[in-house]
């Protein structure tokens, strides 16, 4: 054998399982096996698997780089809940925490947001049948009365959470139809006076943030952002639609009002950032784990975010599996500031794993066992299968 060459660990198999259900927002989680005996955990965004088999079977599942620049970048979200699963097997084969892998962690635990939605959490399905009651009833439903929100504040703050976000393009009747992009003076009146009431009911030193998923056409979503301005929010996300790429638009917004804007959870990869960043479109950025990439393109959206004086606060709706590895990646980042948690009405989130529940406090402790530091909890998550249906296959 030539002194370059060593004997490579190989990756032997992969299994998922199948989705875990509606009321788990169809998480579905990724095991990759290897002739070491080693096994990496990680997400899978469903689908089948035939041809990640066919990338990755056989390959040294060591060199993270390597595989990411052959295959899994192409996979864009898919392929970095993918990669989470390689620095599992890594830090596995190191007996080394995945923060290690990335260069140490500058904090031992991590600040995490609650994504609360309004006065109830946000279930695809719940969303979409009280837009249609909302339509046809003509009245606002109960849990987006600004009561409701300021009720749910305080439930979650309570929790020790140090920083909030609610939704307000929620359904209203105030539309003109299903297409309306502006905003009434009724919805804008809603809108300012539940942010107004929610910072009074926590107080000045809790972090409020509001999210408006690009809902707006600039001159209204403008006028909202210049009309909350007196209650120093956190920031305010998404005020106009971020399909269309139009980074000057969301530029003018920026640069027009106090109230910080945030952007990027569609976006994947460090490129797409570059132009929000180069022409100052926003305050922070809210890359999403995995969708906007695993650890090697979430660090260098955030490096290039130093470079522009931007913190970012990660976007995150998955698994507790991709939970603690985005928890890794954040302990890295000198200017991260909170983790998402979209998860609260979620029982499986906080039993799936076999550290139970692991935010407390509005916190979450960076594990140092090797790899991910964490296990799954098999029997917790069969439970949410229907029985006779495998784990694995
Ligand atoms: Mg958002």
New binding site residues.
Partial sequence: MFANERETMKITDIKVTPSLGAENRHWSLLKIFTDEGIVGLGEWAGGPIGQLKRMLIGRDPTNINQLHYDHLWQMQGRGAGVEIALWDIRGKQLNAPMHELLGGKLRDRIRVYCDCHSGAHWTREDYARRWQETRASGQLDPVYETSAYVSMAKEVVAEGYTAIKFDLDVPNPWKLDAYDRSISRRQHHHIVTTIESLRQAIGPYIDLSI?L?GSFNLADALRICKDVEHLDLLWL??PIRWEWGNVAALAKICQQTETPICTG?IFYGAKMFRELMEQQACDLL?PDIPHSGGAIEIRRIAELAEMYHMSVAP?YMRSAITGMAAVHICSTLPNFLALEHHSRNIPLWGTMLDIKNPIQQGYIDVPDGPGLGVDLDEEAIAAALPAGVPLWS
């Fill in positions: 999210d998923h996300e998404d959870e809210e976007h």
